[in-house]
């Protein structure tokens, strides 16, 4: 049974530098009064190696900057100038209806919930091992043709 735990939280954390999650492990030991699971200390590797604090209303300024300096025409440049997930989340909103947008607060509002749950994603992306991410999406894709077929 030992061996099958020490393999099991190998397999866990191969992905990453024994440094890294020797730190979260330290981390979460002064911090709770609960032995750690490996979600937990995923979750520490991932705010040390990745940390995203909630910046959607500092992302939402640089967007806004972004409409006054290319305006509405010159929508690639202006999605160029934002991060990866800024520009997610403009392009879900569209970046032609947060220019043309006669009350810039419901674009506002939707900017920040969508750019929230991108960075929910991506976070929890960070956690899972692309391993996997990678083995969930062959069984889905898998599951897709089978379901495709019987169509």
Not at 110 to 119: D, G, L, N, Q, R
Request: proline residues 3%; charged residues 30%.
């Amino acid at each position: 049974m030992r061996d099958m735990a020490i393999d099991l939280w190998y397999r866990a954390f191969k992905d990453q530098e024994f440094k890294t999650v020797w730190l979260a492990v330290e981390q979460y030991i002064h911090m709770s009064h609960f032995p750690p699971t490996i979600a937990d200390i995923r979750e520490r590797v991932v705010k040390i190696t990745h940390p995203e604090p909630d910046n959607s209303e500092e992302k939402w300024l640089e967007v806004l900057e972004a409409v006054r300096k290319y305006g509405s025409y010159n929508e690639g440049d202006a999605l160029r100038s934002l991060d990866d997930m800024t520009r997610q989340a403009v392009k879900a909103i569209g970046y032609k209806t947060i220019c043309m947008s006669e009350n810039i607060g419901v674009e506002r509002a939707h900017f920040y919930k969508t750019h929230k749950a991108i960075v929910a994603r991506i976070h929890e992306e960070n956690i899972i091992p692309k391993s996997i991410i990678d083995q969930v999406l062959k069984i889905q894709n898998k599951n897709n043709l089978i379901e495709s077929k019987k169509e």
